[in-house]
């Protein structure tokens, strides 16, 4: 589901507007409907629209800033010019679809696919009894599209350029490697192989690079490039001295990450023990890396299954002989299953673990 804004700008556009503005609540989504206040009436008003307060181009920057989506009901060139300055790169921007204001056509305009253009559109289109018009190459073409397949995923993309060069080769019928280091349910897409890597390949890892051992690495022709593709599925353990800052933190994590060749985008989540839950320096590092945040009691740390790196003044301070090891086991225990693929690192007062989860590419 998605936080929408929707804006009409005629009398008709108002009337679709308030009937899609009840339609989407009712599916789920957070909706807000705004209308010319000129066109405003009881009947409007009554059915949740908003009188546009301010013009329309301050508006357009302020629901870029605070919404996943936004429907425009009325000319698409008035919400290209709305849409214009404030248009920035394609991972961040919103959805954005256009509606003619009588409900006939539903335009993916901006975002398709990692916004969510394309979806909103189709589902648009079927409440209004309108047709959505979606004109992204690898859709029309029945094609696989790296981008749609990263945000079902909930994967990250480490090169938007990348992306783009992939999606022109399966256009093109040029043959495109797909490898993963986690196992897949379902077929290879059409247009990738697994028997060898190519021009350009896609890599599903949490890895920041292939590394010798790699198939990927060992037989990447010369100028071949790789798209990472990285499932948030790894769990930072993470202790630290009372007051540490969130920069030492911030530091203490980055290099670990870096000698063990884990990208941080991988990461998920945080867990230490519970004598840390108002540590400020750790929860002011994760609210700014956007991780969610789990502590576990000293008891509950001795229960996490495999052998850890022991430390007598550990111990002696919170009861239990590792914190980072076991708080990470214990998240990925509590999610499904999962192993430490790093073991301690210490520096700075902070000590750092990843465990990564179990997980399955859908294909």
């Given amino acids: 589901m998605m936080r929408l804004s929707l804006i009409c700008f005629t009398g008709a556009g108002a009337k679709l507007g308030a009937r899609l503005l009840k339609e989407l609540r009712l599916s789920g989504?957070?909706?807000?409907?705004?209308?010319?206040?000129?066109?405003?009436?009881?009947?409007?008003?009554?059915?949740?629209?908003?009188?546009?307060?301010?013009?329309?181009?301050?508006?357009?920057?302020?629901?870029?800033?605070?919404?996943?989506?936004?429907?425009?009901?009325?000319?698409?060139?008035?919400?290209?010019?709305?849409?214009?300055?404030?248009?920035?790169?394609?991972?961040?921007?919103?959805?954005?679809?256009?509606?003619?204001?009588?409900?006939?056509?539903?335009?993916?305009?901006?975002s398709g696919h990692l916004g969510g253009a394309n979806g909103l559109a189709e589902e648009t289109a079927k409440l209004t009894g309108g047709i959505p018009v979606i004109t992204t190459a690898t859709d029309i073409?029945?094609?696989?599209?790296?981008?749609?397949?990263?945000?079902?995923?909930?994967?990250?993309?480490?090169?938007?350029?990348?992306?783009?060069?992939v999606s022109a080769d399966v256009l093109a019928g040029d043959p495109v490697g797909f490898f993963s280091d986690f196992p897949a349910a379902g077929s290879v897409p059409e247009g990738f192989t697994q028997k060898e890597s190519c021009k350009r390949n896609v890599w599903i890892t949490v890895k920041r690079y292939p590394e010798n051992h790699d198939f990927l690495k060992l037989f990447l022709p010369e100028g071949g490039e790789v798209l990472r593709l990285v499932p948030r599925i790894v769990i930072l353990g993470i202790g630290?001295?009372?007051?540490?800052?969130?920069?030492?933190?911030?530091?203490?994590?980055?290099?670990?990450?870096?000698?063990?060749?884990?990208?941080?985008?991988?990461?998920?989540?945080?867990?230490?023990?519970?004598?840390?839950?108002?540590?400020?320096?750790?929860?002011?590092?994760?609210?700014?890396?956007?991780?969610?945040?789990?502590?576990?009691?000293?008891?509950?740390?001795?229960?996490?299954?495999?052998?850890?790196?022991?430390?007598?003044?550990?111990?002696?301070?919170?009861?239990?002989?590792?914190?980072?090891?076991?708080a990470a086991v214990s998240l990925v225990e509590d999610l499904g299953g999962g192993r430490l693929m790093m073991r301690k690192q210490a520096g700075g007062g902070v000590t750092v673990a990843a465990a990564v989860r179990d997980w399955k590419v859908k294909l």
Avoid at 58 to 77: D, K, M, P, V, Y
Avoid at 141 to 156: I, M, P, S, T, Y
Avoid at 279 to 307: I, M
């Fill in 29 to 110: 989504h957070e909706c807000r409907g705004y209308v010319l206040e000129k066109f405003l009436n009881l009947f409007h008003e009554t059915n949740g629209l908003e009188p546009l307060k301010s013009s329309l181009q301050e508006w357009t920057g302020n629901q870029f800033e605070t919404r996943e989506g936004l429907i425009f009901i009325g000319a698409a060139g008035i919400a290209v010019r709305a849409i214009a300055p404030w248009v920035k790169d394609k991972r961040t921007d919103p959805a954005v679809v256009v509606i003619d204001d009588s409900g006939r056509f539903s335009i993916s305009l901006l």
């Fill in 141 to 165: 073409h029945g094609r696989f599209a790296v981008d749609n397949f990263a945000k079902e995923q909930g994967l990250w993309i480490s090169d938007m350029k990348t992306a783009k060069a």
């Fill in 240 to 326: 630290c001295k009372r007051g540490t800052e969130k920069e030492r933190i911030e530091a203490a994590v980055e290099e670990a990450l870096s000698r063990w060749n884990i990208e941080p985008e991988s990461a998920a989540a945080v867990a230490t023990i519970d004598i840390k839950k108002e540590e400020a320096g750790l929860l002011s590092y994760v609210r700014e890396h956007g991780l969610s945040f789990q502590t576990y009691p000293a008891e509950r740390l001795l229960q996490a299954e495999g052998e850890f790196s022991p430390s007598s003044f550990v111990k002696e301070i919170t009861g239990v002989d590792n914190v980072c090891e076991r």
